[in-house]
């Protein structure tokens, strides 16, 4: 959200802005529910089944609209910054340890 409210518009257009705003708050928002979704079936249930694809077809959607509205600069230096941190994960474990960190 720190993202979208940060975004610079030329067109000065209140409504165009409000409209393109509403877009992408509502694909995050989106997305965060059916993880959350997805979270509670998984602790209901280790294994999911289709309900748990379903939300992670809804994460997927979501992301990607959002993803798709992103100039294509920001997306470049989003993927750089992913890589770089994904090379620090030594261990695989998907988080950085402070050790990582260094």
């Given amino acids: 959200t720190t993202y979208i409210g940060t975004i610079k518009y030329a067109d000065p257009d209140e409504k165009v802005v409000s409209f393109d705003k509403a877009g992408r708050f509502k694909a995050c928002s989106e997305a965060m ?45 989003a993927q750089a910054l992913s890589a770089k941190l994904r090379a620090l994960d030594t261990d695989l474990t998907g988080r950085l340890s402070d050790e990582e960190l260094q």
Wanted: aromatic content about 6%; glycine content about 14%; cysteine-free.
């Fill in 33 to 77: 529910s059916a993880v959350g979704r997805a979270r509670d079936i998984l602790a209901k249930n280790a294994a999911g089944g289709a309900e748990l694809q379903r939300e992670v077809s809804s994460i997927g959607a979501n992301l990607g609209g959002f993803f798709s509205l992103l100039p294509k600069d920001d997306f470049q230096r």
